[in-house]
DNA sequence: ACGGTATTGTTGGCGCACCCAACATATGGG
DNA sequence: CCCATATGTTGGGTGCGCCAACAATACCGT
């Protein structure tokens, strides 16, 4: 695995003419991130020459990056101009581990999962067990394109440098080196990161939280509840990427012992009272959206009160122009969203209040596949400026 | 006052050829940060070409924005290299409104406090007052410099994009125009921001968080508590400038009611103690370092353990590198160091505290004044990429 | 005193990324 | 079929940084 550069402010591009970000990666993240566009569209976007803007497209073809294709047939007035897209020959293996199974998956630099293997344990799988599947279905994720790397999402604490898992309690895992295990395995360069962290990412990219350069994610999973945040446009990893655990901020309504947000809003509580064994996302969404109960409903505002006092702290603290809430925190916030807003709008600094809005997460389950990717696709982008290629 | 540029991350450095950060900024960066160095050292911490650093340092030299000293006398083989240091004539005029006084400052490129007026008033002056003060000074600040801009520390929540004071509660001001005021009373471009914002950019810049990318600031004055985050080297002002806010984090210690960190953690509860009527920061260190009481010593112990808990939270939901404890905080933290190690020892996620250190903040009563002028210098900084000038 | 070695500033030539202006190409409308 | 409009393409210019060679200044040994 590749050790991640440290990019120190004061350390300097050494040796090279080049600044580290080039307008052919200002092209490339354009594409990415916004999808298809025409090379006039390009230009008038960037501000850069159509001359500049023919040349740097020729050499993202000339790497593969993107193709152009026919322009659009609405016919204009005008010369018509070329369609500019990611190319779908560039993809990304992305790994999921999770209690009861191993998700790997091919997602391309346009966003798209092309190839989804969900390998069931039954049980936490152990990290050789989870190395042992992704090598599995590697001869299967072959396809019409080349891997550029493999992004790994972790429930739990994931050092950025070196995808050692810290410690995973629901996958009761504890100093797994598992991102080099990978990449010995697969033979792929890996990049690794916390399951919300990569939940965020994607969010940003595609999601909820695409125009915000300010965002707070909270995501509420089987695994308890995890946070990931964007600051100034970028992932907040941290000094190590541990970055993003407030399940466990201490949270105290009005007379109750103070506990750890995740035990005031729990998953499980609301299945029990909706008497469901286990569900997945969309089944408990639905569920809250439909069932009538007043035990339930009270249960609901209880825990939106909750997380109104965690959220309200990070309100404070970091002044994000989006909260998202993800998982069965969306559902939570769908069913009362007034009596979270209200919750809020009494307690956080009105400033910073007046300066969020809080929206439901936009993705679905294929958010932590995509931001897995993006782990990868970052640094493709990155890349993107150096000469060689 | 002029408005940030919003520098979102899909805009283009729109026609103009070179890139927003050139190595005009680094050495420039560099020189401001780092103190006077010789060219031949600039050369190798730069990895740039030697000619390319002559012709550099060339132009910031015309540009007045450095200036070459003759080279060390240190006798050392080979050609002496002419030192390259900060133009003393560069600086920022800061503005600090406190409960009492307004402290107008001129700051030197190089971070050196060149003049200090500071007006008291006896009592929470008026946003007019303090324009009034700063106006009245404003010839006597007049010396062998430029100012650059205003920069300005406010206690309180600043819109950074005008400089509207939406709520100082210590000053008693609500939406005070501040920033738009002091520009027009005194011509100068208006940089304004949270007074710990400033304080943790000067200990990022000087102080104890100097080596640090990922910083977690806390800073306890008359005023309260306020903070500042630095996130991968830059300043977190959030979406409109309010971040930093977490004084009024709810805390609850083992068996208490949940308060604002703010109720817990008081320096008036320690000047009460102390017998002390009010006392600047350094009598009030001064006592905390000395004085044996054992009522004293049993409320600095629950202060710790109180700001334990607030900055647990921080810190697993930031991983920062490190944590600085400013004004009477630093003292509180010097009288048990080891109180505040281990309850956060006990509290944090084990990973993210093998990652962070506690330091007590390593500048003094200059503090806001550096913090305010840098806000300006960073513009200035980043302005030196532009060809004009 | 003098030449040798080491380090650094300086100069001229080169490459690269971008800009601009002019021209070529492709469309819709009279 | 020609014109207006919009856009790709080509050739030349500019700015910034690299490199190599040379000039300047120090220490050192004889």
Redesign the pocket.
């Known amino acids: 695995m590749t050790t991640v550069p440290s990019d120190l402010l004061t350390a300097s ?7 580290s970000t ?3 990666t ?1 092209l490339l993240e354009r594409v990415h991130r916004g999808g298809p566009a ?7 976007e ?14 993202l073809v000339r790497r593969g990056l993107v193709v152009e294709d026919d ?1 659009d047939p ?9 369609i500019v897209r990611c190319s779908p020959e560039v993809a990304a293996l992305a790994v999921v581990p999770e209690t009861d199974a191993v998700t790997v998956a091919v997602v391309d630099l346009a966003g798209a999962v092309r190839r989804r293997f969900r390998c069931e344990t039954g049980h936490p799988p152990s990290a050789a067990e989870a190395v042992e599947l992704v090598r599995g279905v590697l001869d299967a994720a072959a396809g019409p394109w080349q891997l550029a790397g493999l992004g790994l999402a972790v429930p739990g604490l994931v050092r950025a440098t070196d995808g050692l898992v810290r410690w995973a309690p629901h996958l009761e895992w504890r100093d797994e080196p598992l991102g080099t295990m990978l990449g010995e395995a697969t033979g792929l360069e890996v990049l690794a990161a916390n399951d919300a962290n990569a939940g965020v990412l994607a969010e940003h990219l595609f999601g909820a939280a695409q125009d915000a350069t300010q965002v707070l994610y909270l995501n509420g999973g089987p695994s308890g509840i995890g946070g990931g945040i964007i600051i100034n446009g970028e992932l907040v990893m941290g000094a190590e990427g541990y970055a993003g655990e407030f399940g466990h901020t201490q949270v105290a309504p009005p007379g109750a012992e103070p506990k750890e947000l995740e035990a005031w809003v729990s998953r499980q509580r609301l299945l029990d009272l909706l008497g469901l064994e286990s569900a997945s996302d969309d089944v408990l969404t639905d569920a809250l959206h439909h069932v009538e109960d007043e035990a339930l409903q009270a249960e609901v505002l209880r825990q939106l009160d909750a997380l109104a006092l965690g959220v309200r702290d990070m309100v404070n603290a970091l002044n994000p122009q989006r909260v998202v809430l993800g998982g069965f925190l969306g559902s939570l916030f769908e069913r009362a969203p007034e009596h979270l807003l209200q919750a809020l709008r009494a307690q956080a600094l009105r400033p910073s209040w007046e300066s969020v809005s809080v929206v439901r997460a936009a993705l679905g389950s294929d958010l932590l596949l995509v931001g897995a990717a993006e782990l990868v696709f970052q640094r493709v982008i990155e890349r993107a400026s150096l ?1 060689a290629a």
């Not at 591009?13 to 600044?19: D, E, F, L």
């Not at 025409?38 to 008038?44: E, F, G, V, W």
């Not at 501000?47 to 020729?58: K, P």
């Open positions: 591009r050494a040796g090279t003419a080049r600044p080039t307008n052919l200002l025409s090379r006039a569209q390009l230009t008038r960037s501000g850069l020459n159509r001359s500049t803007v023919g040349a740097l497209v020729t050499e322009p609405t016919r204009q007035v005008g010369r018509p101009s070329p000469t």
